[in-house]
């Protein structure tokens, strides 16, 4: 007979620079003491990890089957759009024509709402909800607007949006049909923010922005657990993430540890590899200079908008899960990425995001480099759907591979 399925671990919040400890059954946002992102910290053994193993099988598909390493306490309180469970694809055409063995791309497009800020939103909002906020709002390049509208609609919450003025039509109708309150604003996520915090009062608006808060990283890191069961209780040797934010690569890292502590893997891990665009490419540029943190990058410059981030929250973990995993960081042309976005669609028949061409166009600049192994285990990530963005995205990409 099986064995009732137990709940969530329990768990406590610490900042992620200065280890601070602060209330699990209260909202959270940033350290107060240094100004760093707070984190979520469980109570993992081997004997627990067993436990969740053998239990994997009887959850439901999507990211919430790994819901015991997940900070929702109820069952009932989960928001969910049927989001995670996304699948990892062969990408044999594409790997022959750039000389791998082994290249998967993984591909969130398929989350609703056509990206993978489904899975942040899902958990940060759902935690949320149960501990009793109803107003949020969120600074957004587009895809994680259109996410967070999309459950608090599910939540019957209120949401106010504040997107770039040039993020594209689709994602400012999609916010609207979700019934969010949206604002265009001129000038960068950055600036989306400090409108923001201008007009709303974050004692009474849950601020969903990028790491201010500790819940959405642990929707994002789901992404990690589900490599780990792509591929047979084994992880890639190398994974390559188009990097705005980078919570989808700290979130992964994060999985990680937890999973060496529930006795899944060993010490070692994949070479993180962080992908940017060279009209906003802060992470490249403080690893490239040995940097601990990343200046803000000026006068930022990208068609993928995802990548105009010219600050990232968490740089430091970042740079961080680079070194440790001796990964890299590199940044690809405009004109390379309008490629890669070609490749992966005519390759693969995957319509990726602007972000997914990057990392096709990095994955070409480091073959031609030799800093990829033939053989290796590579994982790229496409991050989001294609569709949402306007025509003028896609100019006529002429190199071939």
């Known amino acids: 007979m099986t064995a009732p399925l137990k709940g969530p671990l329990a768990y406590e919040l610490r900042c992620s620079w200065c280890s601070r400890a602060f209330p699990s059954d209260e909202p959270a946002h940033f350290c107060p003491d240094c100004n760093r992102p707070i984190l979520v910290r469980y109570r993992l053994t081997v004997e627990v990890g067993d436990e969740i193993r053998s239990q994997l099988h009887a959850e439901r598909a999507g990211l919430w089957r790994f819901r015991r ?57 759902s935690r949320a909800y149960e501990l009793g906020i109803r107003r949020f709002c969120v600074p957004s390049a587009g895809n994680a607007a259109g996410a967070a509208a999309a459950y608090c609609a599910v939540a019957g919450c209120e949401i106010r949006v504040y997107m770039p003025s040039d993020s594209g039509e689709a994602f400012f109708s999609e916010c609207r049909a979700y019934g969010a309150e949206v604002s265009a604003v001129d000038g960068t996520i950055a600036h989306c923010g400090a409108r923001m915090r201008q007009e709303c009062d974050l004692n009474e608006w849950f601020d969903l922005s990028t ?35 980078g919570t989808g690569l700290i979130g992964m890292w994060k999985a990680f540890d937890e999973m060496e502590q529930l006795g899944w893997i060993d010490s070692h891990r994949p070479r993180m590899i962080s992908v940017q665009a060279e009209g906003c490419a802060p992470i490249v540029r403080a690893f490239e200079s040995g940097e601990k943190v990343a200046a803000s990058f000026p006068n930022p410059q990208t068609d993928a908008l995802g990548l105009r981030v010219p600050s990232a929250i968490g740089d430091f973990l970042i740079l961080r899960a680079l070194r440790d995993s001796s990964g890299l960081a590199i940044s690809v042309s405009e004109e390379e990425w309008h490629n890669g976005s070609s490749w992966i669609a005519d390759d693969t028949g995957i319509f990726a995001c602007p972000e997914g061409g990057v990392a096709v166009a990095a994955l070409k600049k480091l073959q031609d480099r030799e800093l990829v192994a033939p053989t290796a285990r590579i994982v790229l990530f496409n991050t989001g759907t294609g569709f949402k963005y306007p025509p003028s995205t896609w100019p006529n990409a002429t190199a071939q591979l």
């Not at 995670?84 to 709402?113: C, F, M, Q, R, Y």
């Not at 201010?212 to 990283?217: D, G, V």
């Open 69 to 125: 390493v997940l900070p929702v306490r109820n069952r009932d309180s989960v928001i969910s759009l049927g989001e995670g469970g996304t699948p990892l694809v062969p990408a044999k055409h594409l790997g022959t024509h750039l000389g791998l063995a082994n290249l998967w791309i993984k591909d969130e497009s398929l989350n609703p709402t056509g990206s993978f800020k489904a899975r942040g939103m899902s958990v940060a909002i």
């Open 211 to 245: 790491l201010k808060e500790p819940f959405r990283l642990e929707g994002k890191k789901t992404m990690g657990y589900e490599l780990w069961e792509d591929f047979g209780g084994t992880l890639p040797d190398v994974i390559i993430y188009p990097t705005g934010g």
